[in-house]
């Protein structure tokens, strides 16, 4: 079967037949053999019109891929003619016969370039039997068997070279369109990536389309069920860090609950140097090896999720395919893997937010509701014994005028103690002077308040916080504070409060402590889904906001203290 032969090969071609065409006619004009050439060069002039039909085929493109055979056979045939024309049918002349037969050799197969070679060598044999016929004077059999023998090496060899060679232009070829076509799945793995990533924040969808696009990637795992695809992330459990499964592809269920410490082989490597790493012996692995979904994987590629010095897990592709993965793919698939990890971060990030913003929505809540309890148990109670007290007071002016000077005395301390207490709530709701002087000043005016009205003796401990606490700490640590003082205010019948402020390496200690009843911690957190106040909910989840640490420590009869731990960034130590 012939190959496809380009225009270029045929403009070559063509040129070539000129310089055959001129050597055919230098070598008739001075070794001429009959003395009548007439018919040879008229046959000559005759090449020399085809070829330039060619020619004008040529420069306007209308010269289809069969016609480059039929040139061929054409001058095969056309030498045949000029032999018998010119009486060198036996002669030397008849070498000129190799043009046909090799640019056929170098342009087809053995078979086509055999076939051109049997005109020129019937037209020697006849050439041969005429003479040796007729006149009884021919030239040495070993001579027609030499040609003969020529011509066909010939067609075979030039066959046999330019074959190699079309393989190896086949073979490149082929891998140029095996890269292009790999550049283009990339394209659209990256496209469809970006697509994806840029359209959910659910972090289950981000590693399913990462795997379903890593094992499509052509010339990676193209094995269908063959391969496999798995997904570790960090987990922690208590004091004890594993690596789980969180996506998978053709993972068995067996394999879906199982956990690796990441501590050794593959994983390992990729994990400390977080670099990929490419396993060709699956079975050698000491953790790879514990998937019995890998057991029909011959090659993988373990490359870690991270971002920046941060890591979260591992990526393990398998393939049944011996040396499947390349350090093309490791570059192209760390790259992929690593945009994952931005996405995952995005959908954490997202996670977060909606869990932050539901947090402030509940607290909001639970401040209406704080609000309104201590409006009822404090200034509406007291508004309304004011006006019992009014109403007393007119019976009172009525019959007992000389008392109403007593109980109007009384109604003003009941109404300056109701105002103070509407300043305390206003002022712990929000405290302006925490904004503009800091926390131990706005703690200092808050505590001297609260020790006029209920009558506490309140310790303030504090160093000199400077610049190194921000103020959404200082709004947390405020919070925190007034919640704890209303407890031990209202239900431990404390009659000391200390409050201590202070830095402890680069964290920020609060600690209230009072000398209250104190209570038993477990048996009010196991029953505190069915109290109607919810303290120590929202201290935890203010301290929470700040990425802080909130905790609670009480004895029956021997008080409480609850402390507040916050870490400070760089910047603030």
Known sequence: MREKDSLAVDWVVWSMRWIWLACLLLFTFFNPIREDLSLAFLLLGGAAAYNLVLVLLL????????????????????????????????????????????????????????????????????FYFLEWYGAGQTESPFSLAVNVTVFL????????????????????E???????????????????????????????????????????????????AHSVGIVLLHQQEGDVSSLGVGAARNLSRRDMDRKLAGTAGAIEQALSSAEPVIVERIENDPELRQFSSLHRCRSAICIPLRAGFEIYGVVILGSPRTGAYTAEHMEFLTAFCNQTVVALQNAQLYHRLREEKEKIIDAEGQARKKLARDLHDGPTQSVAAIAMRLNYTRLLLEREPEKVKEELEKLEALARRTTKEIRTMLFTLRPVILETQGLVVALEQYLKQL???????????????????????????????????????????????????????????????????????????????????????????????????????????????????????????
């Open 59 to 126: 420069y306007f493109k209308l010269f289809p891929p069969v016609l480059s055979f039929l040139t061929s056979l054409v001058d095969a045939l056309f030498l045949v003619a000029f032999l018998y024309a010119s009486g060198g049918g036996t002669g030397p002349l008849i070498l000129f016969g190799l043009f046909p037969i090799l640019v056929t050799g170098f342009r087809y197969d053995v078979m086509t370039s055999l076939a051109i070679a049997v005109i020129p060598v019937l037209g020697g044999g006849i």
């Open 153 to 172: 090496l010939s067609a075979v060899l030039s066959s046999l070279v330019s074959g190699q060679e079309r393989e190896m232009i086949q073979t490149t």
């Open 174 to 224: 082929e891998k140029a369109l095996g890269d292009l076509q790999a550049a283009r799945d990339r394209a659209k793995a990256i496209y469809e990536m970006t697509s994806t990533f840029s359209t959910t924040l659910n972090y289950s969808h981000v590693l399913d389309t990462m795997l379903d696009i890593s094992m499509g990637l052509g010339g990676v795992t193209q094995e269908g």
């Open 451 to 573: 020790e006029e009205e209920a009558g506490l003796v309140v310790h303030l401990e504090t160093s000199d916080l400077g610049d190194h606490v921000n103020s959404e700490i200082e709004g947390v640590a405020f919070s925190v504070i007034d919640e704890a003082v209303t407890n031990a205010k209202k239900y431990a019948q404390a009659r000391n409060i200390w409050v201590r402020l202070g830095f402890e390496d680069n964290l920020f200690v609060v600690t209230v402590e009072d000398d209250g009843w104190g209570f038993d911690v477990a048996d009010v957190l196991d029953s505190y889904d069915q109290r109607g106040s919810l303290g120590f909910i929202n201290m935890r989840e203010r301290a929470e906001l700040v990425e802080g640490t909130w905790t609670i420590e009480s004895t029956i009869g021997q008080g409480t203290k609850v402390t507040l731990i916050v870490p400070l960034s760089e910047e603030e130590i």
